[in-house]
């Protein structure tokens, strides 16, 4: 059994080489090529502006999912993103209905200080993240305490699994790097419910 990366309130696990190095390289560039990219605007503190990545949503078509007021329609699962839920489901014993993609560019392209913590994931959402492509830095902070910060290089082929009421009482972030760092897909599995 892996360790709990969060000492309270909380659970998180990491697994590195989740994904053989071969089989992450074929998903990257398939997954690369197949999805339909786009860069969308949110609402920061009251201002739109465009996300500073490409997104796509794939899943239930007939379940929307709405976060910062920006509403993203799925589309039906490709085979490739089928396989690897079909994975994911069995390792974290959920049914996952869809998987929200990022494509990270360049050390530029980031994600703030959120919590995964819309109604439609439920109270205790279960949301199981792979990471392919270039390593970047994951970082996790407690909501109230701001101090207690943990950070997770996330590696080619690794799967970051957050559960029970972290999404309550953490947030997390990607943030931007000066680092020279080449293209990373994430993809967050979750069950959102209608």
């Given at each position: 059994?892996?360790?709990?990366?969060?000492?309270?309130?909380?659970?998180?696990?990491?697994?590195?080489?989740?994904?053989?190095?071969?089989?992450?390289?074929?998903?990257?560039?398939?997954l690369k090529e197949e999805i339909d990219w786009k860069q969308e605007p949110i609402r920061?503190?009251?201002?739109?502006?465009?996300?500073?990545?490409?997104?796509?949503?794939?899943?239930?078509?007939?379940?929307?999912?709405?976060?910062?007021?920006?509403?993203?329609?799925?589309?039906?699962?490709?085979?490739?993103?089928e396989l690897i839920r079909s994975r994911l489901s069995a390792f974290c014993d959920a049914?996952?209905?869809?998987?929200?993609?990022n494509l990270y560019r360049d050390g530029s392209d980031s994600m703030g200080w959120h919590?995964?913590?819309?109604?439609?994931?439920?109270?205790?959402?279960?949301?199981?993240?792979?990471?392919?492509?270039?390593?970047?830095?994951?970082?996790?902070?407690?909501?109230?305490?701001?101090?207690?910060?943990?950070?997770?290089?996330?590696?080619?082929?690794?799967?970051?699994?957050?559960?029970?009421?972290?999404?309550?009482?953490?947030?997390?972030?990607?943030?931007?790097?000066?680092?020279?760092?080449?293209?990373?897909?994430?993809?967050?599995?979750?069950?959102?419910?209608?």
């Open positions: 059994m892996h360790q709990n990366l969060l000492p309270k309130e909380g659970e998180t696990y990491y697994y590195e080489g989740f994904f053989e190095p071969v089989e992450s390289d074929t998903f990257f560039q398939k920061i503190f009251g201002q739109w502006r465009m996300q500073p990545r490409l997104t796509a949503l794939y899943g239930n078509p007939d379940v929307p999912y709405t976060y910062s007021r920006l509403e993203m329609k799925a589309s039906p699962f490709t085979p490739t993103l049914e996952f209905t869809h998987v929200l993609l919590r995964d913590n819309e109604a439609s994931l439920g109270k205790f959402p279960v949301i199981a993240s792979v990471s392919l492509g270039d390593t970047r830095e994951f970082q996790l902070r407690h909501y109230r305490d701001k101090k207690q910060k943990i950070k997770v290089p996330l590696t080619h082929g690794s799967l970051l699994v957050m559960k029970g009421p972290t999404q309550t009482h953490w947030e997390h972030q990607i943030p931007k790097t000066a680092k020279e760092v080449g293209e990373r897909i994430n993809l967050t599995f979750r069950v959102i419910q209608a």
